[in-house]
């Protein structure tokens, strides 16, 4: 395994989040966090080896899908309840983000939607470390934690530095 480290800056996040979502964000490095498990999506290579992953809470996920969906930012009050409405809309901002780590990393990774997840394998991604966890604000819409990163055979590299 490479030990070799790969880093998107913060402020690249926040301005393509920014350009995907319509509305001003700032991005930050905060303490690892548990992701909320609905919202865990797994990065895989070629041969659909699960090597990284991309997650958040509950409420950045529910502000992400309500801001990309243009849902007013007064109307997200998960209470951690899911919302599915918002979920799809976040998974499509997990996307996109995924592309970006793809343009980075040593190895071609994807989001699949197609192919599920063990459980147990998506928490041994988290588990693992490697990964860097962001504190992100999205204009109008409220503040939330997102995790992600690639730990596995591709090396290991994360999407933000300080």
């Given at each position: 395994m490479s030990t070799s480290s790969v880093l998107i800056e913060c402020s690249h996040m926040a301005h393509l989040l920014k350009d995907l979502l319509g509305h001003p964000v700032?991005?930050?490095?905060?303490?690892?966090?548990?992701?909320?498990?609905?919202?865990?999506?797994?990065?895989?290579t070629n041969d659909d080896q699960l090597?990284?992953?991309?997650?958040?809470?509950?409420?950045?996920?529910?502000?992400a899908g309500a801001a990309l969906a243009m849902i007013p930012g007064g109307a997200v009050d998960d209470r951690g309840v899911v919302n599915d409405e918002w979920i799809e809309f976040y998974r499509e901002v997990?996307?996109?983000?995924?592309?970006?780590?793809?343009?980075?990393?040593?190895?071609?990774?994807?989001?699949?939607?197609?192919?599920?997840?063990?459980?147990?394998?998506?928490?041994?991604?988290?588990?693992?470390?490697?990964?860097t966890a962001a504190e992100v604000t999205i204009d109008g819409y409220g503040t939330g934690r997102l995790?992600?990163?690639?730990?596995?055979?591709?090396?290991?590299f994360s999407f933000f530095s300080s």
């Amino acid at each position: 395994m490479s030990t070799s480290s790969v880093l998107i800056e913060c402020s690249h996040m926040a301005h393509l989040l920014k350009d995907l979502l319509g509305h001003p964000v700032t991005a930050k490095e905060t303490e690892p966090f548990e992701p909320h498990p609905v919202t865990r999506c797994g990065l895989v290579t070629n041969d659909d080896q699960l090597v990284g992953i991309i997650a958040a809470d509950l409420h950045f996920a529910h502000l992400a899908g309500a801001a990309l969906a243009m849902i007013p930012g007064g109307a997200v009050d998960d209470r951690g309840v899911v919302n599915d409405e918002w979920i799809e809309f976040y998974r499509e901002v997990a996307n996109v983000l995924s592309r970006t780590v793809n343009e980075a990393s040593p190895q071609r990774v994807r989001l699949d939607p197609g192919l599920e997840h063990d459980d147990a394998a998506l928490d041994g991604i988290v588990e693992a470390g490697g990964l860097t966890a962001a504190e992100v604000t999205i204009d109008g819409y409220g503040t939330g934690r997102l995790l992600a990163g690639v730990n596995g055979l591709a090396g290991s590299f994360s999407f933000f530095s300080s």
